[in-house]
């Protein structure tokens, strides 16, 4: 399975970037895909959710100002960040969790993307 953002870049304050992530290879079903960001020396912080039934949550610092939406039948999301800051600045990493079945069992996979740099000048 590979696992590939794009749309990041630089933007100044108050401006908008949509990202996108797309999941392929041997996928049964995604049960969850998700945005997170990483600053150097700090630790990868949840941006955004949405799982296989719609589910959504954000984290409270881009409520408001970002939203997650999903293709099911592309294996595919976005993010769509409007009202960027300056603190916003990170790599962002798309997230996937991919569900496996077997005759013997049912179990669970997780899957990085490289990320993809976000810069925001004020």
């Known amino acids: 399975v590979q696992v590939v953002e794009s749309g990041g870049g630089l933007v100044q304050a108050g401006g908008s970037l949509r990202l996108s992530c797309v999941a392929s290879?041997?996928?049964?079903?995604?049960?969850?895909m998700a945005w997170y960001r990483q600053i150097p020396g700090k630790w990868r912080e949840l941006v955004g959710r949405?799982?296989?039934?719609?589910?959504?949550s954000y984290s409270d610092s881009v409520k408001g100002r970002f939203t997650i939406s999903r293709d099911n039948a592309r294996n595919t999301v976005y993010l769509q960040m409007n009202g960027l800051k300056p603190d916003d600045t990170a790599a962002y990493y798309c997230?996937?969790?991919?569900?496996?079945?077997?005759?013997?069992?049912?179990?669970?996979?997780?899957?990085w993307g490289q990320g993809t740099q976000v810069t925001v000048s004020s």
């Open positions: 949405i799982t296989s039934d719609g589910s959504i």
């Open positions: 997230y996937t969790k991919i569900d496996v079945v077997t005759r013997e069992r049912f179990y669970q996979l997780d899957y």
């Open positions: 290879g041997n996928i049964s079903n995604i049960a969850e």
